[in-house]
Structure formats: C-alpha cells, structure tokens
C-alpha cells in the first residue's frame, strides 16, 4: 500500500498518506517537493462523466476570486483521468494544510478536546469570524448555505477556516431557493454552532435556554439565540447577526439621554425648532 501511495502525484505534489475524509470528498496529505510545504489535496469521486466534469472546472473558476482570512482558498485543481486501478476520471483541488502532527484539527474536534463546551469570549471569537468570513463571501456574491461545524478547520494558532466554501451549491446547482434564503439559512447554521460550542448541545427544540446551563451566563447570548435561531424571523444577514453579539452590542449601545443630546445638537445645525 504505501509503495503505491507514494507512486500517486499531482503536479509537483507526492501524496503522503489519507488523512480523515471530508464532506465533499477524500483528503491526502500531500507534499510539495519543490519547497517542502504541506498541503491537503481533496480526491472528488471517480467516475465523472463530461458534465460532471465541466461543472467541477467551472466552479473552481467561480470560486477563484473568494480571499479571505477564515475561508481556506483554493490553491490548484487538476482533472485526474484515472486509469487502471484508479477509479476512472476524477478530480482533485489543493488547499494548505491547517493540522498539527496529528492531523486536521475540525472546530467540532476541538470542541470535544475541551470537553465539549467553549467559554463565552472562546464562543464569540469563533462566531466572530465565521460571520465575517460569510458577510464577506455574500457582499461578494458567494454562497454556503447551511454550514456544518465539521466544515470548519482550526489551524495551530487556533483561527478557524470554512473549507470548500460554496463548491457544494456550485457542483449542486443553486436549486430554485432565493438567495436571501440562502443568506439566513447559513447565518442560522452559525447561530446553531455558536449554541453548540457554548452549552455543547444540540440547537434542536426543545431548547434550552444557555442561561440556565452556565451560571452568570450575560442575558445577551440567550437574547441572540433566540432571534437567531427563531425559523421564522432570524438576522438577515450576517452582519446583522455580528452586530449583536453580547459583547460588539454592548460597545455600540448608546443611553437615552445622549441620543436625546445628540438630536438636540441636530436641530441646533440645522435650525430645526
């Protein structure tokens, strides 16, 4: 097994070893032998057909424009066309290589190492970045949809990177749901997540409020939850939800009196009575 491991190739990388499969396809760790970086190279399943194919082509394509600190990019794709013993054609992408020694580090591994719950600032910090990485992808004109806490890379400084974003609605189609739908279904999954972390349960109803499972938990959280995860209202964007995290709401609040002052100040410009 590892002679015909260490045969297998793409470009200037040498597959190493399989690493733990992800949602969309199989992972290796790869090497580049010109400057001995490590990467992750993505097997997608053999037997593509020439659609297929070409929808694969162009969604990378439509990706390729997509930079941010917290989405993983895309380094290099190539066709694979198979052969004897290889499964027929197929395809493949390179992405870096966000592990440790022990392999890829998922937000829901992490989650189980501390076992099984974050503190408040750790749960903010997290959701802090997957809003922005979506807020970011949507005024751009990229889409996830809902998002799985699995689909999220830690890497060894602990920042968090959404892998494959968009490439499954891409290869999928966008189906016949409006985008804004799109836009809350995945800002609600990040809500779903940030529940998860913070209390280690399930989002599901019947929920329980997160202020009745961690003591002098802010009321906030369980205020943001609520609208968040509410199917009928929820943000409407991520940016909306950004806004009121506990800690981001608390720096923007402004007291009654100097709201009054700041209109009195206002109608002192502009000569209102």
Known sequence: MESRVHRLRIGPFRLVQKLEPGLLAERWLALNEQDDSTHVAHRFRPGMDRGDLRRFVESIQN?????????????????????????????????????????????????????????PGESERALIQLLEASEYAHAAGFHHGPMSIEEVLVDRRGSLAIELYGLRRLLNGPGSVPVMEVERDEVRSIVEIGYKL???????????????????????????????????????????????????????EVKPSAVRSVLGTFRRVLGAT
Not at 222 to 239: H, K, R, T, V
Request: charged share 25%; hydrophobic share 40%; net charge negative.
């Open 198 to 252: 913070l209390t280690g349960l399930s989002a599901e109803e019947p929920r329980i409020r997160a202020d009745r499972l961690i003591q002098r938990l802010d009321r906030r959280w369980d205020d943001w939850f609520d609208q968040g995860l509410d199917p009928m209202a929820g943000f409407l964007s991520a940016g909306e939800a950004l806004a009121a995290l506990p800690s981001l709401r608390r720096e923007v």
């Open 63 to 119: 990706l390729s424009p997509v930079s941010h600190p917290h989405i993983l990019p895309i380094e290099q794709f190539t066709l694979d066309k198979g052969g004897a013993g290889r499964g027929g054609d197929g395809a493949w992408i390179v992405t870096p290589y966000t592990g440790n020694l022990e392999g890829l580090v998922t937000l829901s591994a992490l989650l189980e190492d501390k076992g099984g719950q974050m503190t």
